[in-house]
């Protein structure tokens, strides 16, 4: 089994900084592509940013130049700092993966639980 673990979020003003990070734990054969995905209410879950196992990252233009997703040695974490925050960037913000857990099965994909970002003075 596998879970997808994430922290940081909170209430920050606009123009604060915020980090997030998400750890996948579990049976665990390899991470491909992570990730972070953000949805209010009423609207569809939307592309943050993705980084592949390579380092090959993408961005959703509203948070280009301003969020930064990285994935430290473990291979098995992901993070965004995002600076320069706008209330419009206030969501639940979740983690994805994209998880292979033997070597004969196809990756499959999973989710965090989400974290509140409440951007607001």
């Known amino acids: 089994q596998v879970q997808l673990a994430e922290s940081g979020g909170g209430l920050v003003q606009p123009g604060g900084s915020l980090g997030l990070s998400c750890v996948a734990s579990g049976t665990i054969f390899s991470v491909n592509t992570m990730g972070w995905y953000r949805q209010v209410p009423g609207k569809q879950r939307e592309l943050v940013a993705v980084?592949?196992?390579?380092?090959?990252?993408n961005y959703a233009d509203s948070v280009k130049g301003r969020f930064t997703i990285s994935r430290p040695d473990a291979k098995k974490m992901v993070n965004l700092q995002m600076n320069s925050l706008k209330p419009e960037d206030t969501a639940v913000y979740y983690c994805n993966a994209r998880i292979q857990t033997n070597p004969i099965l196809r990756a499959s994909e999973y989710w965090g639980q989400g974290t509140q970002v409440t951007v607001s003075s």
């Open positions: 980084i592949t196992s390579g380092g090959t990252t």
